[in-house]
């Protein structure tokens, strides 16, 4: 029996495990992941509307305000060429790609360093067992990774407050850190330049409608 995508993406999140060698991703696949990726997030970014999570002013509708040319080109393409390699390029476990996440890591300091800052032990850490050559569970990688390309995004956010807001960030993050979790698939299967367009083409789904139909 042929196995989907979405069968494959199931059975990674269950026990990750990376390619032996990266294959071109079938256009078939790439547009399965993004339109299943869109069905399940959307509903979900309007449950958390009517929760009350426009109570937090986002940083993307104030750069919209400003610019909507500068927004597109932040998200759809300059954040997959920074994010990607800082989040997802380590996910292999090779010293080069850890120390590359490691170096990149240091464009993303600002508010939240603490956020930053932990990332970077986290890397670390990865780097001192790949040099003594010590077993990794993949899974924590991958699922590490995810969590803090989701919390890191709590900076999206102009007016979050961790101390009274807390119970907020499992809501605030999640759909970046599932989102993660597809990017780390494909990532391990394709390439990072795959991860890199399919990040792309997720926000450009997102951001090009939301900028068009902004009536701020």
């Not at 920074?82 to 996910?91: A, G, K, M, S, V």
């Not at 890191?152 to 979790?181: C, E, K, M, R, T």
Request: proline share 3%; aromatic share 18%; hydrophobic share 55%.
């Amino acid at each position: 029996m042929k196995i989907t995508v979405i069968q494959d993406f199931l059975a990674f999140l269950k026990d990750p495990k990376r390619a032996e060698t990266y294959s071109e991703m079938p256009s078939k696949s790439f547009f399965t992941l993004l339109i299943v990726t869109l069905v399940l997030i959307i509903p979900f970014g309007f449950l958390l509307s009517l929760l009350g999570a426009d109570q937090f002013d986002s940083i993307l509708e104030e750069l919209i305000k400003k610019s909507k040319l500068l927004v597109i080109v932040l998200g759809i393409f300059l954040a997959p060429l920074i994010e990607e390699p800082i989040f997802r390029l380590h996910l292999n476990l090779k010293k080069s790609s850890i120390w590359w996440s490691l170096v990149l890591s240091l464009l993303m300091m600002g508010e939240l360093w603490y956020l930053v800052l932990a990332f970077m032990v986290y890397l670390i850490y990865l780097l001192i067992m790949v040099s003594q050559q010590e077993r990794i569970n993949l899974k924590f990688v991958v699922y590490a990774s995810a969590i803090f390309f989701g919390v890191v995004h709590l900076g999206n956010y102009s007016n979050f407050d961790f101390a009274s807001h807390f119970y907020w960030i499992p809501f605030l993050v999640g759909i970046q850190f599932f989102v993660g979790l597809i990017l780390s698939y494909i990532r391990l299967n394709h390439g990072i330049s795959y991860a890199m367009l399919f990040h792309g083409a997720y926000n450009a789904a997102l951001i090009i409608p939301g900028v068009y139909f902004y009536e701020g």
